[in-house]
């Protein structure tokens, strides 16, 4: 059982805008702005998407947004692309005694 | 460009050790923790213990003390992840991942060391 609770599974239509929620608990999202999240495909390794709850890597596409309100983070794909069809992990810092703790993955799909 | 390249995988008897590499190229390797992540087949990520390569100074995530140690080799840029006593439920892929610094994120991730653990 992961440490932060995520949707197991997202879809939506090609152009349609979807969002995926991370809930934690007031000693982790809603103690720290350090919420990230990772896109995983099949096989390959995680790759960072969002950080500090909702600023993009360079490269990363702006249709990609993170938030945060109180012990929930979400992330919003707005226009959905084929490409977007993957794994989405949320994690977050949970200071100095725990550390990092992520959340069960979500599945996304593009009908 | 900024890499990390992991060795290869293993296959382990219950009860033994592995220890995993990760070397670092194209960035100051002591200038960014390294972190272990590990995800079971079909499972999510799991945070297991970092290091800080300049210091030698390490954390770890409480499941794994004791079980898990985390060592660098700064003349090789290389980190190592060693765990032991290991169980048929560690069969996982461990990866390591470069902690981006001051955005307390992991934005560089090594392509992954698949261990499995079977008698």
């Known amino acids: 059982q992961s440490a932060l609770t995520q949707p197991a599974s997202v879809s939506g239509s090609p152009g349609q805008s979807i969002n995926i929620s991370c809930t934690g608990t007031?000693?982790?999202?809603?103690?720290?702005?350090?919420v990230s999240w990772y896109q995983q495909y099949p096989g390959r390794a995680p790759k960072l998407m969002i950080y500090?709850?909702?600023k993009r890597p360079s490269g990363v596409s702006d249709r990609l947004s993170g938030s945060k309100s109180g012990n929930t983070a979400s992330l919003t794909i707005s226009g959905l692309q084929a490409e977007d069809e993957a794994d989405y992990y949320c994690?977050?810092?949970?200071?100095?005694?725990?550390?990092?703790?992520f959340g069960g993955g979500t599945k996304v799909t593009v009908l | 460009q900024v890499q990390l390249l992991q060795s290869g995988a293993e296959v382990k008897k219950p009860g033994a050790s592995v220890k995993v590499s990760c070397k670092a190229s194209?960035?100051?390797?002591?200038?960014?923790?390294m972190h272990w992540v590990r995800q079971a087949p079909g499972k999510g990520l799991e945070w297991m213990g970092r290091i800080n390569p300049n210091t030698g100074g390490t954390n770890y995530a409480q499941k794994f003390q004791g079980r898990v140690t985390v060592t660098r080799d700064t003349s090789t840029s290389t980190a190592y992840m060693e765990l032991n006593s290991l169980r048929d439920d560690d069969t996982a892929f461990y990866f390591c991942a470069r902690d981006a610094g001051d955005h307390d994120a992991f934005d560089v991730w090594g392509q992954g060391t698949m261990v499995t653990v079977s008698s």
């Open positions: 007031s000693r982790d999202i809603g103690s720290y702005n350090l």
């Open positions: 994690c977050s810092y949970a200071g100095s005694r725990t550390f990092w703790v």
């Open positions: 500090e709850v909702t």
């Open positions: 194209g960035y100051t390797f002591t200038a960014h923790n």
